[in-house]
């Protein structure tokens, strides 16, 4: 069967035939034979430059060698042993030795359960209920972050199914607004446990703190009590090896991590402070579980990831960044078009936009139809990202430079097919 046709047998058993929704696009998403290196297969025959490396973690690219290599050997013995193992404590000891705020770890299956945890553990630690989020940065698919983005403090579900109750508790701001949270704190400060936040809203394509924003943060949750949670999920060894914390110079006191951590198998992860991480059970009185956590596959293929990642790495990966950002500028410029090329690192996004963005309500006056044409061509020109205008797009070690001149050519045209140029 096509892909066509596979979607098709998809959606009468699977809800919109797909098993996270932005996979869903349209016509009809490609069903993957294979990934290998920069590349992802469809059983169509095609073949495809993958910058959406599944949403963040693949950041050696598809099936490196050496974590498979340790994977094969690992799943000859044996997929979960619910008991401890020694690479926990290796991979632990990797995550604190990078992560600024690390000195302790507990890992989990997903990125949502770390944020989940996280956010029960800070409610734990300060016995205060509220929390506070950016409007449009998600932290996973649990009922105290969906919420609506650009309500204000309205706290109102992003979805059916989760009880007014439960998010009335959950207070957003606009991201890169002092004067917004400053006004909350006033009002709430006392009752607040923590503020959660991508330090890089990679979930509305890509927006970087302002200059003094994270300091400004870092004073305010400080003075106030409230634990200040980074949630790294995305930027956790993506933008440097200790993260955007390191790369921006400010520790938080709690941080979560998901994707690249578990070195593309599911995990995630979260840490900090020990005398915040010393209530989380057994130890203390803050539940936190799961029969899969620490599992030895994850677990390794996180080891043999993480283990790969050094200053070089970024060196090198950063540089592609930088090849590919600057020939989007130039393209950009060169088709005299109103639109924002964004990004940092390894990430980058194009905000059909002629505004600079810095915040959600500004995210959400870009051209995200448009997005969908440029979307749409690359993909015939052989090159996948992911397929909305607020998602980021990544590049991995396995991108040659003949991937990137691919992909800026491919760029150049689906641009000009956009703006029917
Ligand atoms: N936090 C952030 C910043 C994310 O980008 C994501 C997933 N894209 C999550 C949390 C949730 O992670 P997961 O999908 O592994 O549950």
Do not use: W
């Not at 539940?287 to 030895?296: K, R, V």
């Not at 020939?327 to 194009?350: A, R, T, Y």
């Not at 397929?387 to 992909?407: G, R, V, Y």
């Amino acid at each position: 069967m096509n892909s066509q046709e596979l979607f098709e047998e998809s959606k009468k058993i699977i809800p919109g035939g797909v098993s996270s929704p932005v996979r869903a696009f349209k016509p009809y998403p490609f069903f993957v034979a294979k990934g290998e290196g920069s590349h992802i297969y469809d059983v169509d025959g095609n073949s495809y430059v993958d910058h959406c490396l599944a949403y963040g973690p693949l950041i050696l690219g598809h099936a490196d060698k050496t974590v498979v290599s340790d994977l094969t050997n690992q799943l000859t013995m044996g997929t979960a042993y619910g008991a401890p193992t020694e690479n926990e404590i290796k991979l632990s000891r990797e995550v604190i030795n990078r992560i600024p705020s690390a000195e302790m770890v507990r890992f989990t299956n997903s990125g949502t359960e770390a944020t989940m945890s996280a956010i029960r553990i800070a409610r734990g630690f300060t016995k205060r209920d509220k929390i506070v989020k950016f409007e449009g940065a998600y932290h996973g698919a649990h009922d105290y972050c969906l919420v609506k983005g650009g309500s204000g403090a309205a706290c109102l579900p992003d979805s059916l199914g989760i009880p007014l109750d439960t998010t009335k508790n959950t207070l957003t701001v606009p991201f890169n607004d002092e004067e917004a949270l400053t006004e909350l704190i006033e009002k709430e400060g006392e009752n607040i446990a923590c503020i959660i936040m991508e330090v890089v809203m990679g979930n509305i394509g890509c927006v970087e703190p302002k200059d003094g924003y994270l300091e400004f943060l870092r004073k305010i949750t400080e003075e106030n009590g409230i634990v200040l949670i980074f949630d790294e999920v995305i930027t956790g060894f993506r933008l440097a090896t200790g993260g955007a914390q390191e790369y921006y110079g400010v520790t938080p006191d709690m941080t979560t991590l998901g994707k690249i951590v578990g070195g593309g198998l599911p995990m995630g992860a979260f840490c900090g402070k020990k005398e915040i991480m010393e209530l989380v059970a057994p130890n203390g009185p803050v539940y936190q579980a799961g029969t899969f956590s620490g599992n030895p596959i994850s677990v390794q293929a996180g080891l043999s990831t993480l283990k790969q990642l050094n200053n070089d790495f970024y060196t090198s990966l950063n540089k592609k960044g930088e090849f590919l950002r600057s020939n989007i500028c130039d393209i950009v410029d060169e088709l005299s078009l109103d639109i924002s090329p964004v990004g940092l690192g390894s990430m980058f996004q194009i905000y059909f936009n002629p505004n600079e963005v810095t915040n959600y309500a500004e995210a959400q006056e870009s051209d995200s139809e448009r997005f969908l044409v440029y979307f749409r061509q690359l993909l015939k020109e052989g090159v996948f990202i992911p397929p909305s205008q607020f998602e980021c797009n990544f590049i991995s070690s396995a991108h040659k430079m003949e991937d990137l001149e691919k992909t800026v050519n491919a760029i150049r045209k689906s641009l000009k097919v956009a703006f029917e140029l």
